[in-house]
T-cell receptor, first 115, second 111 residues
Framework: GENVEQHPSTLSVQEGDSAVIKCTYS??????FPWYKQELGKGSQLIID?????GEKKDQRIAVTLNKTAKHFSLHITETQPEDSAVYFC??????????????FGKGTKLSVKP | ETGVTQSPTHLIKTRGQQVTLRCSSQSGHNTVSWYQQALGQGPQFIFQ???????GRGNFPPRFSGLQFPNYSSELNVNALELDDSALYLCASSVRTYGYTFGSGTRLTVV
């Protein structure tokens, strides 16, 4: 089955710096890769996602890149702000025939942005 | 603001008891999944329902069961609770291949 590895487990950056979180997956059939931000009491919020037919996707300060050959994808946050501090999870799934496959998550990265 | 509502937010149960967790999905979301998140870990897939039928299950024993109702609500039932069942339980719903929307979760503590 699918296995997702996420690194680093903790990341501390200064406000304004960039943060990069990396994930690798094992099943080449996976074709959907979302990133979730989890804050205490607020649940898990989908912040960006990418499908396997795209190599990069950007939304304001957040971007995700996907390398299908190497089976890894990364989250990039630029100009970090204290409110970016949270636990970030990557995930992989296989969507087929219009059906949503289950998500396999990494173990999470605790991002701390210091003012 | 999430369109997926879970209840209760916190729950304390005794080992051996049974528990029912509830989830109310967004209208039209015909796929619902449940995940277990232990402290310091990523969410682990328990099972998924599509149009009221289970159509996928993770590595969880049969004492974990679920239901999905026509009004887009669902339940997770756990029988014979064990201490290791203490975790955050997350419900997520989606429409076909669109991304999942997660609820805020139910924090279950088994003592």
């Amino acid at each position: 089955g699918e296995n997702v590895e996420q690194h680093p487990s903790t990341l501390s950056v200064q406000e304004g710096d960039s943060a990069v979180i990396k994930c690798t997956y094992s099943d080449s059939a996976s074709n959907y890769f979302p990133w979730y931000k989890q804050e205490l009491g607020k649940g898990s919020q989908l912040i960006i996602d990418i499908r396997s037919n795209v190599g990069e996707k950007k939304d304001q300060r957040i971007a995700v890149t996907l390398n299908k050959t190497a089976k890894h994808f990364s989250l990039h946050i630029t100009e970090t702000q204290p409110e970016d501090s949270a636990v970030y999870f990557c995930a992989a799934s296989m969507n087929y025939g219009g059906s949503q496959g289950n998500l396999i998550f990494g173990k999470g990265t605790k991002l701390s942005v210091k003012p | 603001e999430t369109g997926v509502t879970q209840s209760p937010t916190h729950l304390i149960k005794t080992r051996g008891q049974q528990v029912t967790l509830r989830c109310s999905s967004q209208s039209g979301h015909n796929t619902v999944s449940w995940y277990q998140q232990a402290l310091g870990q990523g969410p682990q897939f328990i099972f998924q329902y599509y149009r009221e039928e289970e159509n996928g299950r993770g590595n969880f024993p049969p004492r974990f069961s679920g239901l999905q109702f026509p009004n887009y609500s669902s339940e997770l039932n756990v029988n014979a609770l064990e201490l290791d069942d203490s975790a955050l339980y997350l419900c997520a719903s989606s429409v076909r291949t669109y991304g999942y929307t997660f609820g805020s979760g139910t924090r279950l503590t088994v003592v």
